[in-house]
């Protein structure tokens, strides 16, 4: 039941997708971690099945512990003709009930409600799973816009660091250093020429 981790993935995405497009520009918030969970459990189609099958299943323990149907038996012997049932010597008509082996519907309804409790069970561990996932991509998401955060604090703290020294030293000098120091990383010795570079 449980299928591969990209598929559900997708189609998770393709749903918060769908929920998302369909909303006009002015209403569209960021969703929170349960709104994203919430809509990934809803709106999952492998969910959605397994839904159906289970509601199936529920269905064959009642008929499984149904009683055997009575059968309506006619006979018709000695047939002049055939099928020419109005000049038969001897015709039967009947009515027959099997009676089963005591406990054997209970046995039956109870593998029944066995295999729907399992289908149930699939159900909880295939929701822990897209639970699992979503959390996953949504953290990974947080992770990333903060990363970015720090990129953007470095970038404007390196531009400040570049218009001080460039006021105090001039272009030139301090693209020669920076050229300097370029050529010495690319050849693995930036150790070796740092002190020197800038003394």
Known sequence: MLRSKLPVVFITILGITKFLWGQPAETVRPLTLEQCISIAIQQNPLIL?????????????????????????????????????????????????????????????????????????????????????????????????EKLKYAE??????????YLTSARFGHRMIFSKLWFLYNKTKRGDIYEGQNKSFT
Do not use: C, H, T, W
């Open 153 to 162: 604090q470095d970038l404007e703290l390196s531009q400040d660091f570049l």
């Open 49 to 145: 099945s397994s839904l159906q099958q289970y509601q199936a299943s529920l269905a064959r323990i009642s008929q499984a512990k149904a009683f055997p149907q009575p059968s309506l038996d006619y006979d018709s012997d000695l047939q002049p003709k055939f099928f020419n049932f109005k000049d038969s010597g001897e015709s039967y008509l009947g009515i027959s009930q099997s009676i089963e082996f005591p406990g054997k519907r209970y046995i039956r309804g109870k593998i029944a409600s066995k295999e729907s409790n399992e289908i149930m069970a699939e159900i909880d561990l295939l929701k822990l799973n897209i639970v699992f996932q979503v959390k996953q991509a949504f953290y990974g998401l947080l992770l990333s816009k």
